[in-house]
Each structure stands twice: as C-alpha cells, then as structure tokens.
C-alpha cells in the first residue's frame, strides 16, 4: 500500500454529499460534490457509490491515488447508530473492492458529529440544529461529546420546524372546528398550501404523506403579522428547545472555570435565517444561560469530517 498522505472528509445527506480531500494538516486541496447518500433512503449500496464517486473526483483533481488516502470519515443523514455507522463503512469499502480500488481506514459518523466538529474547529462547544428535526450536540474540555434530544418526531423534535407546524396545523383545525382561537394561519394554509379545508388537511397528512415542516414558514409569516396564535407557538417551541439546549449547557459548564463561557451555534435555516424565532431563541439563551455565547459556525460539516479524519490518522 502507497503512503497515506491525505485525507478525505464528506458531508452527505437527502439531496447531495459533499468531500474535501485535504493534507494532513487540513489544507483542503480538492473539492467535489456528488448526489444524494442518505442510506436510510436509496440504501446502503447507492449510497456507497455517491460516496465513492466522490472520492474519485477528488483523488482526479489532484492526481492521486485511493490508497494514499489514509483515512476518510464521512458524515451521513440517519447514521446516529453504530450499526448503522458500521453497515454503512462496510459498504463503502466493498463498493471500493468492487472498483478494484485500494481505500483503508473508512469511518462514518452521524451529520450532526460533523456539524459540531466544524462548528468549533474541533474545540469544544454546543451546536443546536433544528430544520426538519432538531437535535442538540456538546463537547466537553475532554472531548467528550454530550446529547440532548434527538427523539424523532413521534417523541421528540422540541422547537424544529416538524414541531411548529405540527402546532399550526392543530390551530388550524381547532379554528375550523369552532372550538379554537381565530388565527391568520387558516387563510395562509389555504393561500399558499391550498390546505384551507378539513378535507384537504385530512387528504394531505393521512393520504399524500405532506411535509409537515413546510407549514412552519407560515407560522413565522403570521407571527411577524401579530398573530397571537402564531407568536405563542414560537414562544412554546422556542422554550422547549431552550430546555434541551440547558441541558446540555448544564454538562458542559461543570469542566470550565466560572468566568469562561461556552460557544454555541445554530445549525439549520430555522434558526440560522434571521426571522423572529431565531432572534427570540438567542434572547432566551442569553437571559437563561449567560455564559453562552452565541457565534458563527466556524467551519462547514464538510470540513468537520476532514477534522475528524485527520483526527483519526493522527491517532
């Protein structure tokens, strides 16, 4: 085998995977994107072959061989588990027997992993993502990696745009049985989901499997129009994902001296947008947990993967 003298990092999810391919040191050196590697979805093999693709683009920009990549980690949608994470290296590197390609030292790790070691370029700190689902990540002085929620949306989910518009459509329906305080919502749902009706909202959700998180835009748009209906769902969401952040926060503020604070980031359009959810969720986190301070992402997933890599060879 060629001494390994790079690494490779790689962000994939339900629309695209992204890979950096870097010296050790974490100077990327290539860049390549490919379609999407959401194994839970297209599969374990599929996906393995996005990956690959990948990897071979980047190794053909700078002219190398797989087998001087001496570790690539990759940071895929729905790879929360370890045996998912398993399943999912093991099928990246039968993919590469397959191709006749040499490529050893392959781990996968979950999206949100990745997320948290770019988030702080491999320092400690807390993400807090909330898009579809939402989830909260934090690292400890010591590098080890604290959760909070993460529940799905069955259970779980607190402050995510499934959440939010999992309320509005409640509000909708309470208002259209009479029972309910009047909100803009329903002739928001209407106008732009044509979703004005019971029957339509029935056919949608039970029938055509819709996407309940696309509602949350339209709570943020009568919010922003003093609907009160619309404005205490973002308040109760906001306070639910303050109590998984808090949490965390509590984990990690034990290994730090008083003074010191701790970084955190927001990772997902609901809260990285500027709309009145996010600006009221860093309200609440500064007047609860003082000692936080909220900042930009340092550095993308992508990047946190090629972190995490070069982690690995080092080791």
């Known amino acids: 085998m060629e001494t390994a003298r790079y690494i490779i990092g790689l962000d994939g999810g339900g629309t695209k995977t992204a890979g950096v391919l870097c010296a050790p040191d974490g100077a990327i050196l290539a860049e390549a994107q490919g379609g999407p590697s959401n194994f839970q979805v297209i599969g374990v093999e599929t996906a393995a072959k996005t990956i690959l693709d990948v990897i071979q683009s980047c190794c053909h920009t700078i002219g190398c061989s797989t087998a001087e990549i001496g570790a690539t980690v990759a940071g895929l949608t729905g790879a929360g588990r370890p045996n998912d994470q398993q399943r999912m290296a093991d099928a990246v590197l039968d993919e590469a027997r397959n191709r006749s390609l040499i490529l050893a030292n392959v781990w996968v790790e979950s999206d949100a992993r990745i997320a948290l070691e770019g988030a702080f370029s491999g320092k400690s700190g807390i993400i807090v993502i909330a898009g579809t689902g939402s989830i909260v ?47 803009k919502l329903l002739a928001l749902f209407g106008k732009k989901l044509e979703l004005g009706t019971q029957e339509a909202i029935i056919e949608a959700l039970y029938r055509k499997n819709f996407d309940v998180a696309s509602a949350a835009p339209l709570v943020l748009e009568a919010a922003e129009k003093e609907d009160r209906v619309a404005q205490r769902i973002l308040t109760e969401a906001r306070e639910e994902l303050r109590e998984v952040i808090s949490s965390v926060f509590d984990r990690l503020r034990g290994s730090r001296k008083r003074e010191e604070r701790i970084p955190l980031a927001f990772v997902g359009s609901l809260l990285t947008n500027q709309n009145s959810y996010s600006r009221g969720m860093r309200t609440a986190i500064r007047r609860t947990m003082p000692r936080i301070s909220v900042q930009e992402a340092e550095a993308s997933p992508v990047v946190g993967a090629a972190l995490m890599a070069a982690s690995r060879l080092s080791r």
Do not use: C, N, P, Q
């Open 137 to 183: 990540f934090g690292k400890d002085r010591k590098g080890v990696v604290h959760r909070g929620g993460g529940w799905g949306r069955l259970i779980g989910d607190e402050g995510s745009g499934y959440a939010i518009g999992r309320e509005a459509f409640r509000a909708v329906a309470r208002m259209i049985d009479g029972r309910g305080e009047r909100t």
